[in-house]
């Protein structure tokens, strides 16, 4: 299985490093799939990077992770 774990852009939020992504990606991983993470947060181009990621990795899923504050920008 293809697992993408998108962060979304989220307007001028400071910008932390995804640990609960980078967690769910380390259990996918461990059991044998195959996990990208997608931080839109710090992209200039945030519907470009997503579409090309969509279009290479082609992902089974789609896993969206975000923090409470962000999610009236997400």
């Known amino acids: 299985m ?4 998108l962060r979304p852009h989220a307007g001028h939020i ?14 996918l991983k461990h059991a044998g799939h195959e996990a990208r993470i997608l931080d839109l947060r710090i992209s ?3 519907n470009e990077d997503l579409r090309n990621a969509l ?4 992902p089974d899923y ?3 992770g975000l923090m409470t504050i962000e ?4």
């Open 2 to 5: 293809k697992m993408l774990l």
């Open 14 to 27: 400071g910008k932390v490093m995804p640990l609960g992504l980078l967690a769910v990606a380390s259990v």
């Open 44 to 46: 200039r181009q945030p």
């Open 55 to 58: 279009e290479d990795f082609d």
């Open 62 to 64: 789609v896993g969206i």
């Open 71 to 74: 999610a009236e920008h997400a």
